[in-house]
């Protein structure tokens, strides 16, 4: 990847100016069957909608707080490339009461209706599907999203040196998440073109690692499996062959 990337956001743009057609994340939930394989190209689309949505809707800029509340899933993902291409400072797990915005899955509602801002709710079905009804006092992600546009520019230039990222108690600037995803991409062995398979959840730095930050910092890409220990020993051993995996962690 580009040398002179120092943020999230940079090192998206760059994998998309080099192979935007590449699988970058292939997603598993094996409570649900459900398989979603996202290209750089659709993955950059989702994040920039996502950041348009964060920026103008949401009106959310640099020295903001966002709570994201929501598992390892390909959603997740998007959200944090959005929060540092506005450049927000995206805490995982944050205390809603905190932030001025809360992003939440189905399952943390009551604890996301702490925050005083905005609140946005996912409810995690497959293929990105909306509630049934949207929860009171949240939009829906799936609902609101669709909209925005494909093409997204910062109101405010994003500087790579303040913070981008809190995760387990730990905050990091954009330029120190890049290069902390640098080395973590060659002690794995990740180079352009490799397959890390990984159950890593995002509520530490080595699972957003494995399952987002390393893989793209290297041009390589992550198959992020939810719920992995629920697939028999037979299946995983199939879909690590099926899916060209050259590196798998928790498996």
């Not at 950059?44 to 709570?67: E, H, I, M, S, Y």
């Not at 080395?183 to 990984?198: I, K, M, P, Q, V």
Request: with cysteine.
């Amino acid at each position: 990847m580009n040398a002179s990337d120092r943020t999230p956001a940079d090192l998206l743009r760059s994998a998309l100016a080099a192979d935007p057609g590449r699988p970058l994340i292939t997603f598993y939930d094996d409570a649900t069957g459900e398989r979603v394989e996202l290209s750089v190209a659709t993955f950059a689309n989702w994040v920039a909608k996502t950041a348009n949505l964060l920026q103008g809707d949401l009106a959310a800029g640099p020295g903001d707080r966002l709570a994201l509340l929501l598992p390892a899933h390909w959603q997740s993902a998007v959200w944090l490339l959005a929060g540092a291409s506005v450049g927000v400072t995206v805490e995982i797990g944050g205390d809603p009461a905190d932030a001025d915005v809360v992003v939440s899955g189905p399952d943390t509602l009551e604890e996301a209706r702490a925050c005083t801002g905005e609140r946005m709710a996912l409810a995690l079905r497959p293929l990105g599907g909306r509630f049934p009804q949207a929860p009171d006092g949240f939009a829906d992600y799936a609902v609101e999203v669709p909209g925005q546009g494909d093409r997204f520019a910062p109101f405010v230039p994003v500087d790579p040196d303040t913070a981008a990222l809190v995760v387990d108690g730990t905050e990091l600037s954009g330029a120190e998440l890049v290069a902390r995803a640098r080395e973590d991409a060659e002690r794995l062995g990740l180079t352009a073109g490799s397959r890390l398979l990984t159950d890593g959840e995002y509520g530490t730095w080595e699972g957003l690692s494995a399952g987002l930050y390393a893989p793209l910092a290297a041009g390589a890409s992550v198959v992020l499996c939810r719920h992995l220990d629920r697939l028999p020993a037979e299946q995983l051993q199939r879909r690590i062959e099926s899916e060209r995996v050259t590196r798998a962690l928790g498996a």
